[in-house]
């Protein structure tokens, strides 16, 4: 971690998705601590003892999935060099930050769980993901909406938005500032193209970008 604290700005970040887990970790562990007590008041009610009993499963369950973000977050921060890491650093109080997401010249940053970071160089594909559980295959019951990054190492960054759209289209809109060959469709056949035919795909955002330049030099005329 000390080579995090080296970047303030980033360090930031991580300490306030860190904080988010560590206040709900120690309030449950003491809940769990405190139950061993009631069993010293007189008239003190069993059910409550078991349910602060109870408690240190979530306890338990932040203690594992912590370790896991840091581990992330590590991997992540190994893809930049110091000088980047000190771009990204400086640019983000210069950046807005939209559902835990912000975009700098080097990277799409998230503290959403834990502090992620993805490299824009490596950025190919960035679609949505709608998956919505239904009762008896009929009644809709619950809608959640993914943001997906895919990257040219195949490897896929999702990160859980709200279901209005506003941050894919805010994604959209700040990572084209810097790049203009990145996909930002989600048509049938493109999930395998990406599987397997990576090329193909970099030559499909190659062509994306030749439209938007295009459709803006007309637009300036």
């Not at 999930?191 to 499909?204: L, Q, T």
Request: hydrophobic share 50%; glycine share 4%; with cysteine.
């Amino acid at each position: 971690m000390e080579r995090l604290k080296d970047y303030d700005n980033l360090y930031l970040l991580y300490c306030r998705s860190r904080n988010k887990v560590i206040a709900p970790f120690f309030f449950f562990l003491i809940l769990f601590v405190l139950a061993f007590a009631t069993f010293l008041v007189d008239g003190f009610p069993f059910e409550l003892t078991l349910v602060m009993m109870g408690m240190i499963f979530p306890a338990i369950l932040l203690g594992i999935i912590w370790p896991i973000f840091s581990i992330r977050m590590k991997k992540s921060l190994k893809a930049f060099s110091p000088q980047q890491l000190h771009i990204i650093n400086n640019e983000i109080l210069s950046n807005t930050m939209y559902e835990k997401l912000l975009v700098t010249s080097q990277a799409v940053v998230s503290n959403k769980l834990g502090l992620v970071l993805v490299p824009i160089a490596n950025i190919v594909w960035v679609y949505t993901e709608v998956v919505v559980d239904k009762l008896e295959d009929i009644i809709p019951l619950y809608k959640q909406t993914s943001l997906i990054i895919a990257c040219r190492d195949r490897k896929k960054y999702i990160f859980r938005i709200k279901n209005n759209g506003k941050a894919f289209q805010f994604i959209q809109e700040e990572l084209l500032r810097h790049r203009q060959d990145i996909v930002f469709v989600n048509e049938r056949g493109m999930e395998e193209i990406y599987k397997n035919d990576i090329n193909r795909m970099i030559a499909f955002g190659q062509e994306c970008a030749r439209e938007r330049q295009k459709k803006m030099q007309e637009s300036q005329l």
